[in-house]
Structure formats: structure tokens, C-alpha cells
């Protein structure tokens, strides 16, 4: 069955960092961009940055610029978010996805960052 199951998620405290994984399983993520998403509860699932598959381009929301940094390993099948910096206001359940042929929704991985 084809999904994608993130993890690395955890409890940190402001300016920390996190590196976040995201694995494929039943299928291979060359040909797709990546991205990742976040979600608080109450609140829609809003984009936090994409990686392309053409030439690894990379596309950031403004408020994670400069903090964040999405990467992706083909041959493993994964891709990863590197976390920098992080701020209360990160706190999220962490998805990825591909956006332009979704998936089914994973569980998610949990980020917590207090202050």
C-alpha cells in the first residue's frame, strides 16, 4: 500500500532544533515534489515548504525561511526537514505529503516547542 509515514517529531524548547523524517513506502519518490505541511488543532493544514523533484529547488513559507531546510534521498525513499531555531508558534502535528499527487494522510509527527 502506497504512504508516507513521517517521525522525528518531539518535545523541544525555544531555539532548539529538530530533524524530521519522512519515509515511502509502495512506491518511489523520484518523480514527485515533496512537501511538508503542518496542522494545529482548530486549524487548517497549511504548507511549510516543498522540494522539486526536477532540480531539488526548494520553496519556503516566509516564516520559515532561514530556519527551515527540506531535503529529500531518492534512493532511500526519503525526505527530511530540518528544523532550526524553533518557536512556540511551530507547534504542530508535522506531515508530508505530495502535493501535486497526494497521498492518503499519514498519522503525522508532533512538534512541541515551549517557550
Known amino acids: 500500500q502506497a504512504q508516507l509515514v513521517e517521525s522525528g517529531g518531539g518535545l523541544v524548547q525555544s531555539g532548539e532544533s529538530l530533524r524530521l523524517s519522512c519515509v515511502a513506502s509502495g512506491f518511489s519518490l523520484n518523480s514527485y515534489t515533496i512537501g511538508w505541511f503542518r496542522q494545529v488543532p482548530g486549524k487548517g493544514r497549511e504548507g511549510v515548504v516543498c522540494?522539486?523533484?526536477?532540480?531539488?529547488?526548494?520553496y519556503y513559507a516566509e516564516s520559515m525561511k532561514g530556519r527551515f531546510t527540506i531535503s529529500r534521498d531518492n534512493a532511500k525513499k526519503m525526505g527530511y526537514l530540518q528544523m532550526n531555531s524553533l518557536k512556540p508558534e511551530d507547534t504542530a502535528v508535522y506531515y508530508c505529503?505530495?502535493?501535486?499527487?497526494?497521498?492518503?494522510w499519514g498519522q503525522g509527527t508532533q512538534v512541541t516547542v515551549s517557550s
Open positions: 522540494i522539486s523533484d526536477s532540480d531539488d529547488s526548494a
Open positions: 505529503n505530495l502535493p501535486t499527487s497526494l497521498r492518503p
